[in-house]
């Protein structure tokens, strides 16, 4: 089993919509989570970071995490198509490593 | 502006050849991390340092070495016994590798292609 696991699509969604992009990890002493997005051929940039049981929203973007199923969940409202890239789930386990998913591709059509 | 530095942005190897990647912060952060990502793949751990003059190996770390004398700097030496090379690799630094989930910030990357 991956440490960090992600489906690596692509999701296509319609211009407008809600894309929901999920992730589930192995280490249950896992302290912070983080999505990333990555536009092909550049670096990861932060989108947001979430430690806490619950949603944390900031603009169209909203991260939800439950430890105790080990699932976090990146949802993006009114998605537009400069949001097509892939998005890197990433978390800091026990062993204060960042341990990254390989990543949902996402499209945003027209 | 503050910000992590990579150079060169585009390097080519030959064969047993070692090459090192440069990485710069100003940030004044402890922590300091290389990544590598192969196409369409995700970042995988090469070594990553917590403080100066320390550093860990991570889950790829054979055919790489790293030091780590300032807390600017944090470069990565690709040996030859690092067979297959040609990837994508990113530089990347944190405040403090604390349980507080610090951020963790990446440089513009650095791609190594073996001619």
């Known amino acids: 089993q991956k440490e960090v696991e992600q489906n690596s699509g692509p999701l296509s969604v319609p211009e407008g919509a809600i894309a929901s992009l999920n992730c589930t990890y192995s280490d249950r002493g896992s302290q912070s989570f983080f999505w990333y997005r990555q536009y092909s051929g550049k670096s990861p940039e932060l989108i947001m970071f979430i430690y806490s049981n619950g949603d944390k929203e900031d603009g169209r973007f909203t991260a939800q995490l439950n430890k105790a199923s080990q699932y976090v969940s990146l949802l993006i409202r009114d998605s537009q198509p400069s949001d097509s890239a892939t998005y890197l789930c990433a978390v800091k386990g026990s062993s204060y490593k960042l341990i990254f998913g390989s990543g949902t591709r996402l499209l945003v059509r027209p | 502006d503050g910000g992590i530095t990579q150079s060169p942005k585009y390097l080519f190897r030959k064969e047993g050849q070692n090459v090192t990647l440069s990485c710069e912060q100003n940030l004044n952060h402890d922590a300091m991390y290389w990544y590598r990502q192969d196409p369409g793949q995700g970042l995988r751990l090469i070594y990553y340092?917590?403080?100066?003059?320390?550093?860990q190996k991570g889950d790829i770390a054979e055919g790489y070495s790293v030091s780590r004398e300032k807390k600017e700097s944090f470069p990565l030496t690709v040996t030859s016994a690092q067979k297959n090379p040609t990837a994508f690799y990113l530089c990347a630094s944190s405040p403090s590798d604390s349980r507080s989930g610090n951020t963790i910030y990446f440089g513009e990357g650095s791609w190594l292609t073996v001619v």
């Open positions: 340092s917590q403080i100066v003059n320390d550093f």
